[in-house]
């Protein structure tokens, strides 16, 4: 994959960040949490709307037709699928849906209490999905940012729906980088790579990581024949790189600067 990319560096490291103004609105501790609030019709939309569960369907559905593809072809190494975690085969809107009917964005002290409850559920589609994968001899690598102090519990969750290679061989978790390559590329060593599946762009190259949101774009442009084939991409309205690439991942911002940002980025009339 790391020469696939190279050829295409020029369109992001061309691109020139745009400039963003923060308006000082205060810390946000004595009003409502507006990123919160927000963030309730995101959670809304992923437990109840349909077209939601209609779309990772349809996601896993591509996949699967890919794989069916793939088969006939031959490889000297054994084949696999990279796929990420939360929001791509564990759903976590329960805790979004904890989180955001208090008023509050993302806490790692409360992160970690959801995943030690073992409590995600499966997004739609995904282990009828893998389960089939593992059937057809595909190794199933879960690259995940999760900590390794979750490690035991991210094997619990995946176990207790008996998802394929659910130990910890199989598990890459964040070491010392948020990036995704480095584990990418270890795993690419032995085994020929033939799907990657996510719900950031992240998950698939590090072509999108730290990037502006018209870097994000432009790379999505350059490479949207990969999208339906090589990348799977999951729906997740509620967080991500698309968030964090409004306010250049100046995680530091106060909730309401940060609802600033995201509303001086909008196209209006």
Sequence with gaps: MKNFFIPLLLISSCTIAPHVT???????????????DGKIY?????????????LCYQAYNIARLRIDEDLKKHTDKPKAVITDIDETLLNNSTFEAHQVLQGKDY????????????????????LDFFRYAASKGIVVFY????????????????QKFNFPDADS?????????SSKES???????????????????????????????????DNVNA????????????PNPVYGDWESSLYQYNYSLAPAQKDSVIKASLYSY
């Excluded at 923060?22 to 919160?36: D, E, K, L, Q, R």
């Excluded at 995101?42 to 209609?54: C, I, K, L």
């Excluded at 199989?170 to 070491?175: I, K, P």
């Excluded at 490479?223 to 999951?234: D, P, R, T, V, Y």
């Design 22 to 36: 923060v308006t000082n609105v205060g810390n946000g501790n004595n009003m409502s949490n507006p990123i919160a």
């Design 223 to 234: 490479l949207k024949s990969e999208f339906g084939n090589k990348f799977i991409a999951l």
């Design 183 to 217: 584990r990418r590329q270890a795993i690419e060593a032995n085994y020929t790579v033939v799907m990657l599946l996510g719900d950031n762009l992240g998950d698939f190259s590090s072509f999108f990581d730290k990037k502006t949101v018209e870097q994000r774009n």
């Design 42 to 54: 995101a959670t809304a939309y992923q437990q109840r709307a349909a077209e939601y569960r209609a």
């Design 169 to 177: 061989v199989h598990l890459f978790l964040m070491q010392n980088t």
């Design 143 to 158: 690259v995940t940012n999760r900590s390794e102090r979750e490690r035991a519990f991210t094997l619990k969750n995946l």
């Design 107 to 126: 806490e790692s002290a409360a992160w970690y209490d959801w995943s030690s409850r073992i409590a995600a559920d499966t997004v739609p589609g995904s």
